[in-house]
């Protein structure tokens, strides 16, 4: 069995806030959701309000579940490697639920706020990684 960590729990953490902040947002949240968006920043998926606010928590923890399962089949040179991956996954996906409530509150946001940080933080994860585990000889 695969030890829950602090890590787990800090990835955890934050999409169950990003969860209770929706529900905490209840009341100011229209009955359907965008919750995806086009190259042009306009939304093209929407689902009722107990969806958008619960769908994305429950796939991050999922996948959460997912990657540390994964990584008992082939697991990583340097356990911190997937240490911040996990903590990159739990923090990406609540920050996307994060821009979906902040849209459908009325704050029309251009998707590139989420995307481009995101994009960055992924290149940097994949630097660590790549030197942590000495992928480069």
Known sequence: M?????????????????ALVGLALWPSLPNEMAI???AS?????FVGKPLGILLAPAIGIAALAFV???SRVDPTADRRVLDVSVLFLGGTVAVAQSFVLAWNLGFRLDPMVVVVPVLF???LLTL???KRDGLLG
């Open 2 to 18: 695969v030890p829950f960590r602090t890590v787990d729990a800090t990835a955890v953490a934050l999409l169950a806030l990003s």
């Open 68 to 70: 540390r399962l994964a």
């Open 121 to 123: 933080g992924a290149l």
């Open 128 to 130: 660590y990684a790549v």
């Open 36 to 38: 995806h968006f086009g």
């Open 41 to 45: 920043g306009t939304p093209d998926n």
